[in-house]
């Protein structure tokens, strides 16, 4: 399949380490997965979600400040 090709990303994502034991009533979170210490919260401003910490240390690395 030749038309494949790959993308990246380009906007960035407001992300925040998960603190064990916060309230997670408005977070996204995939059913039957339980929030860990290391995890990453996630925003787009409109919604929150919950990221893997293994997700996100090979996907994710930190933009310009």
């Known amino acids: 399949m030749s038309d494949w090709k790959a993308?990246?990303?380009v906007q960035t994502t407001q992300m925040r380490p998960y603190?064990?034991?916060e309230d997670l009533t408005s977070v996204s979170?995939?059913?039957g997965y339980t929030p860990k210490q290391g995890d990453m919260?996630?925003?787009d401003g409109k919604t929150s979600w919950?990221?893997?910490q293994n997700y996100?240390?090979?996907n994710y690395e930190l933009a310009g400040e």
Do not use: W
Request: net charge neutral; glycine share 6%; no cysteine.
């Open 7 to 9: 993308y990246r990303k």
């Open 19 to 21: 603190n064990p034991g």
């Open 29 to 31: 979170i995939d059913p």
């Open 41 to 43: 919260l996630a925003s």
């Open 50 to 52: 919950i990221i893997n």
């Open 56 to 58: 996100f240390m090979e």
